[in-house]
């Protein structure tokens, strides 16, 4: 379900948007671009040059860590598993935790590095042990940029240094920002960290300190990935999250990490002082049954794929709420989770809200033939279902 819930973000993030988006230009003018993000509902609460193509130096690593968390969630990857240091990635520059070659570390140690100071020899070397080789590693992060919808991204490398071609968005990388967040929400348990080390136990231990410094000082944020370059300015796609909403705040090109970090924060003050999440409905909530007589019982519960959120402005009225379930013309049996057998449209004041689809919480078996017949004989001599 997890992963059903995350494929719906791309859906979400293509529907009008409940809540108009504002044009409040004092609140970033330092950053060339930027966006807010509400999560739950994928709506736009700020923009400024969403689409301005812009480099995104180490923002860049927010993809490898996705891929490295899928990786271990499908079992390719464990923590546990020994990287062996390349000379290639021993010899990236920039931020780095200064890997030797032949050096090995843990998938979990490296990581760490990534998400909290930003390292780019880790990352590489993470990329090299997931992908076999570094081109093919580069291959697959823009093949899941295209699966997210990234249409304005295209990355060069796993590190955000400088390149030709090397480009994204504001909006891209909120789109990234909040599937990170949403399908891997253990990623906060380490960007979230003000500090860390690495090789703590040797005679060699290395101090990671955040490079996003917000987590300390301001209220709920606990990610996601800073980004600095001469040529990308100063960079921030910053996660919090107070109560059950959650935000993305992306400000690109800013002029110092001062001015982006003091932006970063009235965009996510601004997003909890004007708005308010209302849950509604959980995703696998039940909510309706079909009866289909080739099911083996006869029946069975359809639940949500998604959960169903309002965001409105902070005190504000919700108005009048109805849904409604469409199921599927033909529903072929048998049915797994995941299969879509319907979608239920949420209204507000009469206009649709959301549409998100329908599946089953368990799969459901198709009946023998002898048990049809027996129902067949059922309903022919005695009306019985």
Not at 218 to 233: N, P
Request: with cysteine.
């Amino acid at each position: 379900m997890r992963k059903l819930v995350s494929a719906i973000l791309a859906i979400v993030l293509l529907l009008g948007y409940f809540v108009p988006t504002v044009m409040a230009e004092e609140i970033v003018e330092r950053g060339r671009s930027a966006v807010l993000m509400e999560v739950a509902t994928g709506q736009i609460l700020y923009e400024k040059n969403p689409s301005e193509l812009l480099e995104p130096a180490s923002m860049t690593k927010m993809m490898p860590m996705y891929l490295v968390l899928e990786a271990i969630e499908n079992g390719r990857l464990s923590w546990d598993d020994e990287v062996t240091v390349s000379e290639f990635a021993a010899s990236l520059g920039g931020t780095q935790i200064f890997l030797e070659p032949g050096e090995t570390m843990t998938v979990r140690d490296l990581f760490t590095s990534v998400a909290i100071a930003s390292a780019n020899d880790a990352v590489t070397a993470l990329g090299e042990k997931l992908s076999g080789t570094y081109e093919l590693f580069i291959e697959l992060m823009n093949e899941r940029a295209r699966d997210f919808g990234m249409n304005d991204t295209m990355f060069i490398n796993s590190t955000g240094l400088p390149a030709d071609g090397h480009v994204t968005t504001a909006f891209d990388m909120a789109i990234l920002a909040s599937r990170l967040i949403t399908r891997f929400p253990e990623v906060a348990e380490f960007t979230s960290r003000y500090e860390d080390y690495v090789r703590e136990n040797t005679d060699d231990p290395f101090w990671l300190v955040n490079t996003n410094k917000l987590v300390r000082y301001v209220d709920g944020v606990d990610g996601l990935k800073t980004g600095f370059t001469q040529s990308a300015g100063y960079c921030l796609a910053a996660t919090a999250k107070r109560g059950e909403m959650r935000v993305v705040a992306v400000v690109m090109g800013a002029d110092t990490s001062q001015n982006r970090n003091r932006e970063i924060a009235q965009l996510i003050e601004f997003a909890f002082t004007q708005y308010e999440l209302h849950p509604r409905i959980e995703a696998g909530a039940v909510v309706g049954t079909h009866q289909n007589i080739l099911a083996a019982d006869r029946n069975f519960e359809v639940v949500t794929t998604a959960p169903i959120n309002l965001l409105v402005e902070t005190g504000q009225t919700v108005g009048e709420e109805l849904q409604e379930i469409v199921l599927n013309d033909e529903i072929t049996v048998p049915i797994e989770p995941g299969d879509i057998v319907g979608r239920l449209i949420y209204y507000v004041d009469g206009v649709v809200y959301l549409e998100i689809d329908l599946t089953v919480a368990e799969e459901v078996a198709r009946t023998s033939m002898i048990s049809l017949w027996m129902h067949t004989l059922g309903q022919l001599f005695f009306g019985r279902y």
